[in-house]
């Protein structure tokens, strides 16, 4: 099967803004899913971004497996990035970023106090490919809020300036910009987290890849959720449990697999990290 890939002219002009932006910010913000860490970078953002400092933030902690998202904080971290792991809507994350833009902008900080030169307000550009988690991080960090949060890719149109305290403010960039897949993998598992229109790749596909990795990775999980003794007729067994059935009895298998994708979503199916280190 051939790559999906998502670059219309308005992805091209978002493109073009942050390189824009790039030359007059001091780091980049860059949020992404805790679930899938590198399926949710966008390699054109990150050669756009170049070696600007930069703070990752890995959203949807409630969602992911602890003991991956701690090696991927380890791992990210080891490459030069200051890294923020947070649940957006239990973490005081607002003051979560302030401490860690401090990190960020220690080294200019002092450099700027050497040179003589005087403190001003630091800007930072916030990125992220669709359905990360962006608007809600603007949300909870701005003084006002900022950002419409829907659970809709690619909702944020227009550049925003947003202040965050009298040290720091925030450009926001048009959250479309959906990732150009590296590998199909990748593009499946943005399918399945909901970064990416479920439309992109057939929901069959989607949806045997999820199976199939929760069967290998996190069986327990997936019996206890549906109830299951074995993985055989799986969609058979789910449908019944759901009770997703059509006429004489028998499920409907797209609704099943629709009902499947939303529970692994909304996390229903317990803590799951795609990208595995």
């Given at each position: 099967?051939?790559?999906?890939?998502?670059?219309?002219?308005?992805?091209?002009?978002?493109?073009?803004?942050?390189?824009?932006?790039?030359?007059?910010?001091?780091?980049?913000?860059?949020?992404?899913?805790?679930?899938?860490?590198?399926?949710?970078?966008?390699?054109?953002?990150?050669?756009?971004?170049?070696?600007?400092?930069?703070?990752?933030?890995?959203?949807?902690?409630?969602?992911?497996?602890?003991?991956?998202?701690?090696?991927?904080?380890?791992?990210?971290?080891?490459?030069?990035?200051?890294?923020?792991?947070?649940?957006?809507?239990?973490?005081?994350?607002?003051?979560?970023?302030?401490?860690?833009?401090?990190?960020?902008?220690?080294?200019?900080?002092?450099?700027?106090?050497?040179?003589?030169?005087?403190?001003?307000?630091?800007?930072?550009?916030?990125?992220?490919?669709?359905?990360?988690?962006?608007?809600?991080?603007?949300?909870?960090?701005?003084?006002?809020?900022?950002?419409?949060?829907?659970?809709?890719?690619?909702?944020?149109?227009?550049?925003?300036?947003?202040?965050?305290?009298?040290?720091?403010?925030?450009?926001?960039?048009?959250?479309?910009?959906?990732?150009?897949?590296?590998?199909?993998?990748?593009?499946?598992?943005?399918?399945?987290?909901?970064?990416?229109?479920?439309?992109?790749?057939?929901?069959?596909?989607?949806?045997?890849?999820?199976?199939?990795?929760?069967?290998?990775?996190?069986?327990?999980?997936?019996?206890?959720?549906?109830?299951?003794?074995?993985?055989?007729?799986?969609?058979?067994?789910?449908?019944?449990?759901?009770?997703?059935?059509?006429?004489?009895?028998?499920?409907?298998?797209?609704?099943?697999?629709?009902?499947?994708?939303?529970?692994?979503?909304?996390?229903?199916?317990g803590r799951i990290t795609w990208d595995r280190l």
């Amino acid at each position: 099967m051939s790559q999906v890939h998502w670059f219309p002219g308005h992805m091209a002009k978002a493109i073009r803004l942050i390189e824009e932006q790039i030359k007059v910010v001091d780091f980049v913000i860059e949020c992404r899913d805790a679930r899938a860490p590198m399926s949710t970078r966008n390699p054109v953002l990150s050669r756009s971004i170049g070696q600007k400092k930069r703070l990752i933030v890995l959203t949807k902690k409630d969602l992911a497996d602890p003991k991956q998202s701690e090696m991927w904080v380890e791992k990210l971290e080891s490459e030069g990035n200051v890294v923020l792991l947070v649940d957006v809507i239990n973490d005081p994350v607002r003051k979560m970023i302030i401490e860690k833009t401090d990190i960020v902008l220690k080294e200019k900080r002092e450099r700027d106090k050497r040179r003589g030169i005087r403190p001003r307000t630091a800007r930072a550009l916030i990125v992220g490919v669709p359905n990360v988690g962006k608007s809600s991080v603007i949300n909870k960090i701005s003084a006002l809020k900022a950002a419409g949060v829907e659970n809709r890719p690619g909702v944020t149109q227009s550049l925003k300036l947003i202040k965050v305290t009298q040290d720091l403010e925030l450009v926001d960039t048009p959250g479309v910009l959906w990732p150009k897949f590296e590998s199909e993998e990748m593009g499946i598992i943005c399918a399945v987290i909901g970064s990416v229109k479920d439309t992109g790749y057939p929901m069959a596909l989607v949806t045997d890849y999820a199976r199939d990795y929760y069967i290998q990775y996190k069986p327990e999980e997936l019996k206890r959720r549906y109830e299951l003794e074995s993985f055989d007729n799986f969609y058979d067994q789910v449908g019944r449990y759901r009770g997703l059935l059509g006429e004489g009895g028998t499920v409907n298998d797209d609704k099943t697999r629709v009902a499947f994708l939303s529970d692994i979503q909304n996390g229903r199916i317990g803590r799951i990290t795609w990208d595995r280190l």
